[in-house]
C-alpha cells in the first residue's frame, strides 16, 4: 500500500455502503480528495487512515458532497 503526501483533514462525508461506511475525505491542502472504507471504530482515525491511504477522488465531486464534519484550519 503506497502513502499519499502528508496532508490534514478539512471535511468529511460519511455515507452507508453495503457491509459499511464510506468516507470522503477533502485535505486542507493537495489537488484530490480521498475516499476510503471506515476500517476502525473511531472516527477521527478512519479519517486519518483514508486520508493517508485512501483512493484518490475529484476534488471538485467531492466540495458538492454534503458535510458530515469539519475540522479546523490549519495553524501556521
Known sequence: MSENKANKPKTVSWFNGCGGRIGVVVGQTGEHAYI????????????AQILAYGAKFP??????????KRYPDEEV
Do not use: F, M, N
Not at 476534488?59 to 458530515?68: D, K
Open 36 to 47: 476510503g472504507a471506515a476500517l476502525r471504530h473511531d472516527e477521527d482515525s478512519d479519517v
Open 59 to 68: 476534488l471538485a465531486a467531492a466540495l458538492l458532497l454534503p458535510v458530515s
